[in-house]
């Protein structure tokens, strides 16, 4: 099976690392620095039991040097899920197979928008992947993917899918093939709501988060949230400790640096509007009260506009009072 990732980041570069020992495998992304580096060096991996390999993958910003896939797997920020989608269009035929395995909601319905609904399915993953620096990355957290059989996918891209199961799970990551991926999606979101935000704003490691009971509750105060307003809209999250699972992630992840964060420290604007921001918007049409999203989402737009609320990093004192302010 050919596989084109769309997206050059820690997680696409995390999946191409993995995948190429099973698979044909190709890096598409728009990161001049990395692309040159990758092609030059090579990708360098830091795996979860320390190890470092290096993977000489294909790399390229131009999708018409490669001909067809079968499976694009699009791995990119959802600011960035429009222009994904042009990336991607010359990479299919008729039977191509698109799966978005990004964070936030709506990037399956933009995908479609441009590819066409009988061409794209949902993807969720629960793998952590730190971006070290340009052709570094670091595994930094394994958890479970999750594909979705659509019904509204075609005959051919539906038959590809056990097969990429099943190449996922012969590259080492666990995977599965699932029915309905709406309550993954929102269980997935409840965790990225709990924890980027806040080690964005505390500029602290996901561990760091499961040490302070204070933080524990906020975070189980931030999925509650998430749970009511996917509740409203007739959706349940599939698994029984989603309350408490934000601290189950933070633990098992504890040294990664969640994406939110990473793009902090690159001064790159971050996903808030697709994670917190979608939740309370979602949240005010359906009138389900979220204040703690909505005050995360204001305060992580400060930090997007070089405005950062918070002086020192790890002062959770500070954070508190902040979320506890309900003047806005």
Not at 168 to 184: I, M, Q, W
Not at 268 to 288: H, K, P
Request: glycine fraction near 10%.
């Amino acid at each position: 099976m050919k596989i084109g990732i769309v997206g050059i980041g820690a997680l696409g570069c995390l999946l191409g690392a993995y995948l190429e020992e099973v698979a044909d495998v190709v890096l598409i992304g728009q990161w001049p620095e990395q692309v040159a580096t990758i092609r030059a060096a090579g990708l360098w991996l830091e795996r979860l039991d320390g190890r470092r390999t290096r993977h000489s993958l294909p790399i390229t910003s131009d999708p018409t040097e490669i001909g067809c896939v079968d499976v694009a797997l699009i791995a990119v920020k959802s600011r960035q899920t429009k222009d994904a989608a042009h990336l991607a269009a010359p990479l299919l035929d008729a039977d191509g197979l698109v799966v978005t395995l990004q964070n936030g909601l709506n990037n399956c319905a933009t995908l479609r928008g441009v590819l066409g609904e009988s061409r794209v399915t949902l993807g969720v993953t629960a793998q952590g992947a730190t971006l070290l620096g340009a052709g570094q990355v670091r595994h930094a957290g394994a958890g479970p993917t999750y594909f979705g059989l659509d019904l509204a996918l075609g005959s051919a891209q539906q038959e590809r899918l056990p097969r990429l199961v099943e190449l996922f799970n012969s590259a080492g990551f666990e995977a599965h093939l699932v029915a309905d991926t709406d309550g993954l999606v929102w269980s997935k979101l409840a965790v990225n709501a709990a924890i980027n935000p806040l080690t964005a704003l505390l500029r602290v490691p996901n561990g760091f988060l499961s040490e302070h009971d204070a933080l524990v509750a906020v975070m189980r105060g931030v999925a509650q949230e998430v749970v009511a307003v996917a509740a409203a809209q007739g959706i349940t999250l599939p698994l029984p400790d989603t309350l408490d699972r934000p601290r189950i992630v933070a633990q098992a992840t504890a040294a990664n640096r969640s994406s939110m964060l990473q793009d902090v420290e690159r001064g790159a604007l971050t996903e808030n509007d697709a994670i917190c921001g979608a939740v309370a918007r979602l949240g005010r049409d359906l009138s389900v009260p979220t204040p703690l999203n909505s005050r995360l989402c204001r305060l992580v737009r400060q930090v997007d506009e070089v405005r950062p609320p918070l002086r020192e990093a790890g002062d959770v004192a500070g954070l508190l009072a902040l979320l506890n302010d309900v003047s806005e």
